[in-house]
């Protein structure tokens, strides 16, 4: 069954499943509401490419085991797992309401130092917490890095998706049998440190230690220190120099840069020993602001949502890249969408926020300029799939992905209340 004919049903009599959130290579994640408390909650479940595949069913219910092990304030909670009645098993997990780090750098490009050094810190804490636990997380990446409001309004950083974790030391059970196989390279390329290509080598904490530095290094220069495909990266991370990040911002300092480069190094034995040393030399540089401040000003209260006064209290964002939409209220919301120009192009992406005036997307490429175009999404309180007409007001290309800005035209009455009901309720009121 495809997602899309999921919507609108109820999963194991609990979850009425109500628009799609998020697509990957092996799962699917949907909203849905919980029918007895109204509590609004995120459901991973394997997409039908990976629905009869036995080593996806094992791998999404380690996920549960690893995410249930590694709870902590800066790690996506897990709720619930279990395995609905055709043998498919899904995990239930706090819904998350912000933007990834992913969408922020490819709308901006660069981070402020003190949000940037926030950042890593809480990450480090994180990634501390797992791997004092035997848990590797293997994919400390922007697409899996959330930038949420906790219940007192601070910005919080959240780390998710587990599903390609190592279990090392004690924490691996004897006997338990491996889903990665043998000379399986996984990751995402511009993160992995070198021991992840070299197929006979284990991993270990140190390849998060890594990917921290890279993080850091990409949020300050804009751009990460081994670009290109798969194969120009697995060749300059192997053999280049280390690059130095003042090569790209002269104004940051040679400290910095060597924090950075022992951070990168290739023999891992030459890294800082564990992500909290990481955090610590690069906190000697300064930056101590306690949280990020990249959502805007935080709202002066809480609202619960309206549709259900069980719900919990969230907090709306603010975001400042699309001038046009800055006399509406805009809140973030993620779903799959699919952009077709008036002359004919397709681009596929998602949403980062949405307002009565238009969408903030991410789209697999750059698009030309100011042009008419169809949208193509799901609703952010019905979940039902529309397509309205939309006009890219602007474009902001980044590493082959980019940002588009999107304002509505001529929005059908019911979508622009629906829409004004979804910021409305979400605790936030629209600016002039």
Request: hydrophobic fraction near 40%.
């Amino acid at each position: 069954m495809t997602a899309e004919a999921r919507i609108g049903t109820t999963l194991d009599g609990c979850y009425h499943l109500r628009r799609e959130i998020a697509r990957g290579g092996m799962c699917v994640v949907l909203e849905a509401e919980q029918v007895f408390t109204g509590r609004v909650v995120a459901i991973k479940a394997l997409n039908d490419q990976h629905v009869g595949r036995e080593s996806s069913k094992q791998r999404l219910l380690r996920e549960a085991k690893l995410l249930e092990l590694c709870r902590h304030p800066n790690v996506v909670e897990i709720l619930h797992a279990a395995v609905d009645p055709a043998g498919s098993p899904y995990l239930v997990m706090e819904m998350l309401e912000g933007r990834t780090l992913a969408g922020f750098l490819t709308a901006r490009q660069r981070l402020p130092f003190d949000d940037t050094m926030s950042l890593a810190r809480q990450l480090s804490r994180a990634l501390t917490h797992a791997h004092a636990r035997g848990i590797v997380h293997r994919d400390v990446k922007p697409a899996n890095i959330l930038i949420v409001r906790d219940a007192t309004g601070a910005e919080t950083v959240k780390l998710i998706d587990f599903g390609i974790a190592a279990v090392t030391g004690s924490a691996a059970r004897p006997g338990e049998p491996k889903i990665t196989k043998l000379g399986e390279i996984i990751g995402t390329a511009e993160y992995m440190a070198p021991e992840q290509f070299l197929m006979s080598d284990e991993v270990d904490h140190r390849c998060d230690v890594y990917a921290l530095a890279v993080l850091v290094f990409e949020c300050l220069s804009g751009a990460v220190p081994y670009p290109g495909d798969f194969g120009d990266v697995i060749l300059q991370v192997t053999t280049a120099p280390i690059p130095s990040i003042r090569a790209k911002c002269p104004e940051l300092s040679a400290e910095l840069d060597a924090v950075l480069q022992r951070g990168m190094a290739r023999d891992r034995e030459a890294r800082f020993p564990d992500v909290a040393a990481l955090a610590g030399a690069l906190a000697a540089l300064g930056g101590q602001a306690a949280c990020t401040s990249l959502l805007g000003p935080s709202p002066a209260s809480l609202r619960p949502r309206a549709d259900a006064a069980s719900r919990e209290q969230i907090t709306a964002t603010q975001t400042p890249d699309f001038k046009q939409r800055r006399r509406f209220a805009r809140q973030p919301f993620v779903t799959p969408i699919r952009m077709v120009t008036s002359a004919g192009v397709t681009y596929d992406g998602r949403s980062e926020d949405i307002s009565e005036g238009g969408m903030l997307v991410l789209i697999d490429r750059a698009c030309e300029g100011t042009q008419p175009a169809e949208l193509k999404f799901a609703m952010p309180m019905s979940g039902r799939i529309v397509k309205v007409q939309v006009t890219t007001r602007w474009v902001k290309g980044s590493r082959g992905k980019a940002a588009a800005g999107l304002e509505f035209n001529a929005l059908p009455e019911d979508l622009r209340k629906e829409i004004a009901e979804y910021t409305a309720v979400m605790g936030k009121t629209g600016s002039a």
